[in-house]
């Protein structure tokens, strides 16, 4: 077993420097050597060049390059609105895994082995793993981290609709693996080609885990899909009440998408929200087929032309209030970490404390 510390330089600055080196020392101090693997994440705040304006021709040569499938770096020329996007939907990002570990979380305690405590802990830490990579990445493009937090606590900044419903049996667990994560592969798959360099060398890393995930879902719905009766009833429960929330997941349909139209140009995104919609759904009919459980949706069928599964109506009106803060758990979610920013407190000014000190030591020398 590892424990990995990944900690920021995003700032530069002497004092962000300072409170890196006490955290690795402080780890060091306390864990022994096999147990501890520190991985300093240099993230350079970009000295964006800001200076240049925004010209057509500038502008011109970032979307030539962009269309030949270079990436974008965070030192190189892009338009304010390319860098904006990416921070609303990086940090969207970013919040959605930490916000994502409290459903689950919900059931380490409670798992019904070591087993399967053992995998759901490391699970979970490594969805804070990943919100961490995407909080670094979105300081690349000159944001400061406090900032997008303050964004979440404030109720400003969205996080994914998914996390906003309660986790009422531990099938849930297996089928928040087996829908979520597997929508979360679907999309992430796609957004690990995305034109900003960081996002999609982080989405690579982030998938590779996100398919343990969701084989340790798929597993656990399995094992209860071929259980008792009883284990049989909770497990389709869970379906029933995860699928159209997974199908949410992936945003609004492309007709009521305000931002694809541009993340698509900029090939952020490279395929619209409808499409990888569908892709979840074809992947995952024959998968609900192959444990003998059924889908919540009467309209399902093969559609031989398409080649597609057709399936029914959203009901977007439910996802809009889970997006505008009216879902069954929003409050609680962000009551979780509200606390948890206010517990962490004397954490981030005792550090913060002990690299003002050190700092004005080594002015003076
Ligand atoms: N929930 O114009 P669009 C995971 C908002 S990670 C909440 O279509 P866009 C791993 C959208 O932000 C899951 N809000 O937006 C895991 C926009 O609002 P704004 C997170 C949503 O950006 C597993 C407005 O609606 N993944 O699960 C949602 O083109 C287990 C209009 O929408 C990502 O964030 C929603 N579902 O497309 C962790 C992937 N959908 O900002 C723990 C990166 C839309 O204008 C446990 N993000 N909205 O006020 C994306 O791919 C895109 O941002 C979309 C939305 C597809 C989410």
Redesign the pocket.
């Known amino acids: 077993m590892s424990c990995i510390v990944v900690a920021s330089e995003a700032k530069q600055s002497p004092e962000d420097c300072f409170v890196i080196s006490f955290l690795a020392m402080t780890f060091r101090a306390i864990l022994p050597k096999e147990l501890l693997s520190i991985v300093l994440v240099r993230n350079f705040k970009t000295k964006m060049n800001t200076t240049i304006q925004e010209t057509p021709e500038h502008l011109a040569a970032f979307e030539n390059k962009i269309s030949c499938g270079e990436k974008i770096e965070p030192k190189d020329w892009m338009p304010e609105r390319y860098r904006k996007q990416l921070i ?2 990086i940090s ?2 970013a919040h ?2 930490i916000v ?2 409290l459903p ?1 979380g919900n059931w380490i305690t409670r798992a019904p082995s070591l087993r399967r405590k053992k995998v759901l802990l490391a699970k979970v830490q490594d ?1 804070a793993g990943h919100g961490l990579y995407l909080y670094c990445a979105a300081e690349t493009l000159g944001v400061d981290r406090r900032e997008l937090v303050e964004a979440l606590l404030a109720g400003k900044a ?5 996390f906003n419903y309660p986790t009422l049996s531990w099938a849930d667990i297996g089928v ?1 693996g087996w829908f ?2 597997g929508a ?1 592969i679907v ?2 798959t796609m ?1 690990a080609r995305s034109s900003y360099g960081p996002y999609s060398r982080a989405m690579l890393r982030i998938c590779s885990e ?1 398919n343990f995930h969701k084989k340790q879902g798929y597993e656990i719905v399995a094992t209860l899909a071929n259980g008792t009766a009883e284990q049989r009833a909770m497990v389709q429960d869970a379906v029933n009440r995860w699928w159209w929330q997974s199908l ?5 349909s492309d007709a009521n ?4 139209e541009e ?1 698509l140009r900029w090939k952020v ?1 490279q395929e619209t ?1 409808d499409e990888l919609r569908q892709r979840f759904v074809n992947i995952t009919v024959p998968q609900a087929k192959a444990v003998n459980l059924t889908l919540p949706d009467s309209d399902l069928k093969f559609n031989s032309e398409t080649g597609d599964y057709d399936f029914g109506k959203i009901n977007w009106e439910e996802f809009y209030n889970v ?1 505008n803060g009216n879902g069954p758990c929003n409050a609680e979610r962000m009551k979780a970490r509200r606390l948890a920013d206010e517990n962490g407190k004397w954490v981030r000014e005792a550090a913060e404390e002990y690299a003002r000190k050190n700092f004005s030591k080594t002015k003076n020398i």
């Open positions: 609303r939907m969207q990002h959605s895994e994502g570990m689950e969805e969205k996080y994914s609709s998914i928040i979520v994560d979360a999309n992430q957004l996100e949410m997941m992936f945003g609004p998408s305000p931002n694809s993340l995104k929200n997006i």
